[in-house]
Antibody
Framework: QVQLQESGPGLVKPSETLSLTCTVS????????WTWIRQPPGKGLEWIGY???????NNNPSLRSRVTMSLHTSKNQFSLKLSSVTAADTAMYYC???????????WGKGTTVTVSS | NFMLTQPHSVSESPGKTVTISCTRS????????VQWYQQRPGSSPTSLIY?????PSGVPSRFSGSIDSSSNSASLTISGLKTADEADYYC??????????FGGGTKLTVL
């Protein structure tokens, strides 16, 4: 049974780059789509973007210029970098797997990121 | 881009049936599949419905999804409500460029 676990610093300073890693266990990262979603405190879900093993990525237009996603197949991990963060980027960040580009079948447990000096 | 609008909250009694709507603001609801996710308090979301009406394995048949082109909306129906169904429910779809859109979420109270 595939499991996803997010990891990364819980606190990031404003204007710095947020870096998160999602470790996939019980399955290969070489197939499926791999997605990042976030949820600000007390608010709804926001799609950040997804990528395939081919290297194809698709990001939320509102975040596009700040988002970098990567797959690390040798480590069975995928990562998210979000640059120039502000307090508005404070959220629970989830990684997820999709059978196709437009949905999710497995979610990670999430990791909280706070942007504060 | 389009928006997906959900009621902020719904409530119903145990054993009853409740329906949560998700209305697409522009473009046809039938153009792109709709997914539904459940998020219990303090937990990460889980997948409930994909491709408008398909249930992943392990999801009870009490949960069903549909779309209605006349109202340009998708619906999640939960029958035989249980207190464990208390959660936030989110619909999600995508546009012609495969960029995702989430509904704002609906809080279901089972009382």
């Amino acid at each position: 049974q595939v499991q996803l676990q997010e990891s990364g610093p819980g606190l990031v300073k404003p204007s710095e780059t947020l870096s998160l890693t999602c470790t996939v266990s019980g399955g290969s990262i070489s197939t499926y789509s791999w997605t990042w979603i976030r949820q600000p405190p007390g608010k709804g879900l926001e799609w950040i973007g997804y990528m395939f093993n081919s290297g194809y990525t698709n990001n939320n237009p509102s975040l596009r210029s700040r988002v970098t996603m990567s797959l690390h197949t040798s480590k069975n991990q995928f990562s998210l970098k979000l640059s120039s963060v502000t307090a508005a980027d404070t959220a629970m960040y989830y990684c997820a797997r999709g059978a196709v580009a437009y949905n999710i079948d497995v979610w990670g447990k999430g990791t909280t990121v706070t942007v504060s000096s | 881009n389009f928006m997906l609008t959900q009621p902020h909250s719904v409530s119903e009694s145990p054993g009853k049936t409740v329906t949560i709507s998700c209305t697409r603001s522009s473009g046809s609801i039938a153009n792109n599949y709709v997914q539904w996710y459940q998020q219990r308090p303090g937990s990460s979301p889980t997948s409930l419905i994909y491709d408008d009406s398909q249930r992943p394995s392990g999801v009870p048949s009490r949960f069903s999804g549909s779309i209605d082109s006349s109202s340009n909306s998708a619906s999640l129906t939960i029958s035989g409500l249980k207190t464990a169904d208390e959660a936030d429910y989110y619909c999600q779809s995508y546009d012609s460029s495969n960029r995702w859109v989430f509904g704002g979420g609906t809080k279901l109270t089972v009382l």
